[in-house]
């Protein structure tokens, strides 16, 4: 207990920036030993700066003793990113979180099919449905579904985990003791009983505008790939898109409503919307119905529906980050086109490739 002290003490310690967070644990191992180091110690650490070597200076320990207290008050436990429990999809990233906070029961994700479903809070009723629905198929096959407990796309993708018995987890732009928003009280409480609730950010955090965005790193760092249910130009959906891609990992979308995505799409910006249709003859053994067709990404199935288990259960193609994948295998997870989201754009890679004669090729 003494030693998570110096954890809390370092994660939010004000005025220094996450990366030299990372850089300082690097360097001296253990947190411990950055708090007992003096201020000419911590200019032999790379890229030191005089603002941030004062802020160490700061060796107040009062936060860290009330956070502890919150979290025993409210029953959340703190997994390190030294720890083993910590996983290593997550620790693997760029940027992973020095900790978090964590309510429910924390899953094996290097061992799981963790797939990310977000979208847009202001999501169309088909897109709800069809995330709902998704969702329901995916974790009825055993598959963990991932994203931020927002209101709309996200919602509807952990009601359809919960609703197929599944296993959902939620991560949060703020505090366990600070429910956002608020309409989403009953299902905060069904995924904490069920599934996992996590957060880098102790309780008494305000969900702030600012926090979401930086949420999003760990939401697709767990998963395996991310699926895009509905998400305008410019929105923190497609930050998450463009999170995952740089983080290696696969992102779909699920094909939009031809009137739905025309409104959508402001002029020379692209809405997500639909990606196209998997190879008709290619089958998929995670997704394959009792009539032996495959399930689009969309969610067309083959004499399936909504309510019933789709047979067979999904299972991670690999316990690593996904860039090791083989890319036969990767159509096998979520069959359907792999989207390219980079500023603002989605795009089909199958419908940029051209042949030598300049005509498109066709899937």
């Known amino acids: 207990m003494a030693a998570i002290k110096y954890w809390l003490w370092l994660a939010n310690l004000p005025k220094l920036g996450s990366q030299m967070k990372l850089t300082l644990l690097e360097h001296f191992g253990e947190p411990d030993k950055i708090y007992y180091s003096d201020k000419e110690e911590y200019f032999h650490v790379e890229g030191m700066t005089r603002s941030a070597a004062e802020a160490l200076e700061n060796k107040n320990l009062e936060s860290a003793d009330r956070i502890l207290g919150d979290c025993d008050r409210l029953g959340l436990r703190i997994i390190t990113k030294q720890d083993a429990e910590y996983p290593d999809r997550l620790r693997n990233i760029y940027d992973p979180p020095l900790l978090l906070y964590v309510q429910g029961r924390m899953p094996r994700f290097d061992e799981e099919v963790a797939i990310a479903m977000v979208g847009t809070r202001r999501a169309s009723s088909y897109a709800l449905e069809m995330g709902e629905k998704l969702a329901f198929q995916m974790a009825g096959m055993g598959a963990v579904i991932v994203s931020g407990l927002a209101s709309g796309g996200d919602a509807s993708a952990h009601r359809g985990a919960l609703r197929a018995g599944g296993f959902t987890a939620a991560v949060i732009g703020g505090g366990h003791d600070i429910i956002y928003p608020?309409?989403?009280q009953y299902l905060y409480e069904d995924i904490a009983a069920r599934g996992v609730i996590l957060s880098e950010y102790p309780p008494g955090t305000e969900h702030i505008g600012g926090h979401f965005p930086v949420r999003n790193r760990i939401i697709s760092g767990l998963s395996?790939?991310?699926v895009v249910l509905e998400a305008p130009a410019k929105s923190g959906t497609l930050i998450t898109a463009g999170r995952a891609l740089d983080q290696g990992r696969d992102?779909?979308?699920?094909?939009g409503q031809v009137k739905t995505c025309e409104k959508a799409r402001p002029a020379g910006k692209a809405a997500a919307g639909p990606l196209g249709r998997p190879r008709s003859h290619r089958r998929s053994a995670a997704y394959r119905s009792?009539?032996?067709r495959t399930h689009g990404a969309g969610g067309r199935s083959g004499g399936g529906n909504a309510?019933?288990?789709p047979p067979g259960p999904l299972r991670p193609d690999c316990a690593g980050t996904g860039q090791d994948r083989d890319p036969g295998e990767r159509k096998a997870l979520l069959p359907g086109c792999r989207a390219q989201i980079k500023e603002g754009k989605v795009r089909d890679r199958h419908r940029d490739a051209r042949?030598?004669?300049g005509r498109s090729r066709r899937p």
């Not at 992102?251 to 094909?255: C, E, L, M, R, Y």
Request: charged share 20%.
């Open 182 to 184: 608020r309409e989403n």
């Open 224 to 226: 395996l790939g991310v």
């Open 251 to 255: 992102v779909f979308a699920i094909p």
């Open 290 to 292: 009792g009539s032996g």
């Open 307 to 309: 309510n019933s288990h």
């Open 355 to 357: 042949r030598s004669d």
